[in-house]
Nanobody, 125 residues
Framework: QVQLVESGGGLVQPGGSLRLSCAAS????????IGWFRQAPGKEREGVSC????????SYVPSVTGRFTVSRDNAKNTVYLQMNNLKPEDTAVYYC??????????????????WGQGTQVTVSS
């Protein structure tokens, strides 16, 4: 059974850091691209970052560029999202999902599948 499980969320003060994990089971991440998304209360789900686990190619939306870093460990079948200098506007439930194309092609949610259950990130003083 194909499954993604996110973890690592929590409560952090502005300027703090968190590292999210996206662990895959039932398939090998090494042949796909994985996207990170987030959804804040009352807002639509938005893309954050993407990584092609074949060659490590990464992409970021402007609001997180320079603060977030996506990486993968194919041996652990896990993708990570390191989030630094967190801001209150980063508060959301964070999800990972498998891109239907094997490369990062944008952040249209319908282009992704096998969504995880999400992990809550709250940035507040």
């Amino acid at each position: 059974q194909v499954q993604l499980v996110e973890s690592g969320g929590g409560l952090v003060q502005p300027g703090g850091s968190l590292r999210l994990s996206c662990a895959a089971s039932g398939f090998s991440l090494g042949y796909f691209a994985i996207g990170w998304f987030r959804q804040a209360p009352g807002k639509e789900r938005e893309g954050v970052s993407c990584i092609s686990t074949r060659d490590g190619t990464t992409s970021y939306v402007p609001s997180v560029t320079g603060r977030f870093t996506v990486s993968r460990d194919n041996a652990k079948n896990t993708v990570y999202l390191q989030m630094n200098n967190l801001k209150p506007e980063d508060t959301a439930v964070y999800y990972c999902a498998v891109s239907r194309p094997y490369y990062c092609s944008g952040y249209e949610p319908s282009d992704y599948q096998h969504w995880g259950q999400g992990t809550q990130v709250t940035v507040s003083s």
